[in-house]
């Protein structure tokens, strides 16, 4: 499958309250800079995909006429990711190919970094207020967080967030196989989040009822990245990964990639 690298320029911080549970002491020393250093940091390993560079946006030619492709994901990649075990927020186990359409429809589905990110409210509530739009354009929307299903069911609830189209991948399965970004870097330093200083309102009204209570008891998994994929049935469409906290994609062109493709 043929695919085009497309990279657009971004930031890093993360705003305390989603983190702050793996660190000993704050991470900031003011509200304009970093500490000279991380006092306490997590002890887990790095996962394996964490040296891995790979293109933030992959998008394939036929959708798009673009005739550029840079990279690609294997063409079996959506059969692969389909046999991955995750839950729903209700605690139910599910495949990942329960979530795309069953009829080779179009589907969009969103990783988010973890239930206790706040930019990841933020995100959550962008996409419980495009959803209308989405079923208007005959595609489905997914979120898929990390974290217990538990700690799904306190974002659904006090954001609140659909909880039929919300699950849980507490071990990363799915990050896994789609080879998204994870470590202290891509969370913290990277260049790719300074996009999150012109959401500050919108993150502020997404976490009224905001509780760190949502982060995951394996504090490791704030470190990881989230991304956007479409797929028609089980191919592969379009994949973004995120290359730090807060980098999200516009949800107008993630809907335009699935109604260039519905059409």
């Keep these: 499958m043929a695919i085009l690298s497309v990279r657009t320029p971004s930031s890093i911080q993360l705003l305390r309250s989603s983190v702050s549970p793996i660190f000993s002491k704050p991470l900031f020393q003011s509200s304009s800079s970093f500490s000279s250093s991380i006092v306490s940091a997590p002890s887990t390993r790095l996962k394996s995909n964490s040296s891995i560079s790979r293109p933030r946006v992959v998008l394939t030619r036929a959708s798009t006429g673009v005739a550029d492709p840079v990279t690609d994901y294997r063409e079996d990649i959506g059969e692969i990711l389909g046999d991955v075990s995750i839950f729903t927020a ?8 329960d979530l795309l359409d069953q009829n080779d429809g179009v589907s969009a589905v969103v990783l988010l970094r973890h239930f206790g990110c706040v930019c990841c409210w933020e995100l959550a509530t962008a996409l419980r207020e495009a959803k209308p739009r989405f ?43 789609l ?8 969370t913290f330093f990277n260049p790719a989040s300074t996009k999150v200083f012109s959401r500050f309102d919108e993150i502020r009204e997404a976490t009224k009822n905001y509780t760190i209570q949502a982060t995951p008891e394996d504090r490791s998994s704030v470190l990881q990245q989230g991304g956007t994929f479409v797929f028609k049935g ?22 335009n990639v699935c109604c260039q493709t519905v059409a």
């Design 179 to 186: 080879g998204l970004y994870y470590g202290l870097g891509r």
């Design 90 to 97: 209700s605690g139910q186990p599910v495949k990942f190919s």
């Design 135 to 177: 079923d208007a354009a005959g595609v489905k929307l997914v979120a898929v967080g990390v974290g217990t299903p538990d700690k799904a069911r306190i974002l659904a609830t006090r954001l609140p967030f659909p909880m039929e189209c919300l699950y849980a991948d507490p071990e990363r399965k799915a990050y896994d196989v």
């Design 234 to 255: 089980k191919k592969l469409l379009y994949g973004r990964k995120d290359e730090g906290t807060g980098d999200h994609p516009s949800l107008d062109d993630v809907l």
